[in-house]
């Protein structure tokens, strides 16, 4: 079964994104072994994610996102941005600020140029989700985790992910090590991802990210807010600043008119492409994987 498709990214989080009013009946009723096998980065297109658009609803584009596992999640930031451009970009919605749903989230989403979207990222919360995070000068954000017989000092921050934010000078040690220390400590038996954070100054920080491994598909964007959190109740930074992320810049600005973090960063097309859905019964675990797909067609 041939299928098209669209490949995009935001800053380096890749996504594979589906028009489902062009799916045939036969792929829609079997998204989740589509996802298994698409975003296969070996033998399918690959990606972090698979986003379905449906028919818009109003002023509301519903979508359905997968992971590679084929389970269906919340919407990343970045998949977010990307299906928001191309409904923009292909008369899917006629409106440059809509909401775009996915498993019962409203994720405001605001068309800004021809290749940037600004996505609300909701209100941060305590690393125990207990309570959000406001601004004060009366209260201490600091933690102290003991790693390998040293205190290391960090900030709790949750946006959906939770993590540990750690502040560094630079970026001069084994980060992915480091990371994995910090997070296999006894004071987070949920675990948690780390994130390590340069303020370079009170308008610009540098984030390098630790996820763990249960999270195969990290969520940059929901690090990078919870990086400028971080900073501004830690006096380092401003409220609105620009995060240098590996994969690209990002622009964020945390309201204290009602707490909400906004995000604008691009939203990028790769290429175009069909790919041959394998038809048979979902794949074992180690078992061939489908083909590749049949054509690629690089977009601007």
């Not at 999640?73 to 996915?102: E, H, I, K, M, Q």
Request: with cysteine; glycine share 10%; hydrophobic share 35%.
């Amino acid at each position: 079964m041939e299928i098209d498709f669209l490949k995009m990214h935001g800053c380096g989080d890749d996504v594979v994104v589906l028009d489902g009013t062009h799916l045939a009946e036969e792929a829609e009723g079997d998204l989740s072994r589509l996802a298994h096998y698409i975003l296969d980065r070996r033998t399918g297109v690959g990606g972090n994610s698979l986003a379905v658009l449906s028919r818009r609803e109003g002023a509301q584009l519903p979508v359905r996102c997968f992971d590679a596992e084929g389970d269906e999640r919340d919407l990343p930031c970045a998949a977010a941005r990307c299906v928001a451009r191309y409904a923009s970009d292909s008369g899917a919605v006629n409106t440059s600020d809509f909401l775009v749903v996915c498993g019962g989230k409203k994720v405001r989403t605001q068309i800004i140029d021809s290749s940037n979207v600004r996505v609300d990222m909701g209100r941060p919360v305590t690393l125990e989700k207990e309570a959000e995070i406001r601004e004060s000068l009366r209260d201490s954000f600091l933690r102290s985790v003991l790693v390998n017989g040293r205190a290391v000092t960090y900030t709790p921050i949750s946006l959906g992910p939770s993590y540990a934010m750690v502040f560094v000078p630079d970026f001069s040690f084994p980060v992915r090590r480091t990371g994995r220390e910090i997070a296999g400590a006894p004071d987070f038996p949920d675990g948690t991802g780390v994130a390590f954070v340069q303020v370079c100054s009170r308008e610009e920080i540098r984030v390098r990210t630790w996820e763990t491994p249960d999270e195969p598909n990290p969520d940059t964007c929901a690090s990078a807010a919870a990086a400028l959190v971080a900073s501004v109740v830690n006096g380092l930074a401003d409220r609105e600043i620009v995060v240098r992320m590996p994969g690209g810049d990002l622009f964020l600005q945390w309201e204290e008119s009602d707490n909400h973090i906004r995000l604008t960063g691009p939203a990028s097309y790769v290429f175009t492409g069909t790919y041959d859905f394998p038809d048979g019964k979902p794949r074992e675990a180690g078992a061939e994987t489908g083909s590749d797909t049949g054509s690629q067609t690089g977009a601007e």
